[in-house]
């Protein structure tokens, strides 16, 4: 027996695409993270603050992160999963909007 299978020699074919080299990322992976707030304000305001205060803004702060997370996780699956399964033609434009319930208006909302 060859490697590739009962005598054949060849490899079964792949159900998956060949994977392109892009020399730009399709999701903006070098896009920045969003600044802590303490890197925008001056020292001498930020001693001036109260602790609850400080503590506001490391909340509001968080939630930045947290929805600057959010909205790329978003158009990960929609730039590297929806739009080259739509284009592709694997999935139908209903299939597609059952397995990523409205993703688009998602993304546009967030």
């Known amino acids: 027996l060859e490697p590739g299978g009962a005598g054949g020699g060849e490899p079964p074919p792949s159900f998956l695409l060949p994977q392109s080299e892009e020399n ?3 999701v903006s992976e070098l896009e920045l993270e969003p600044p802590n707030w303490r ?12 602790k609850s205060e400080v503590k506001r803004q490391e909340v509001i702060n968080e939630l930045f992160i947290t929805e600057h997370a959010h909205v790329r996780m978003l158009r990960v699956l929609l730039e590297v999963f929806y739009q080259p399964l739509l284009t592709e033609g694997f999935f139908g434009a209903t299939d597609l909007e059952n397995i990523f319930p409205s993703l688009e208006d998602l ?3 967030h």
């Open 24 to 26: 730009e990322p399709r």
């Open 39 to 50: 890197e925008l304000v001056g020292p001498d305001t930020l001693l001036r603050l109260k």
């Open 107 to 109: 993304v546009d909302e």
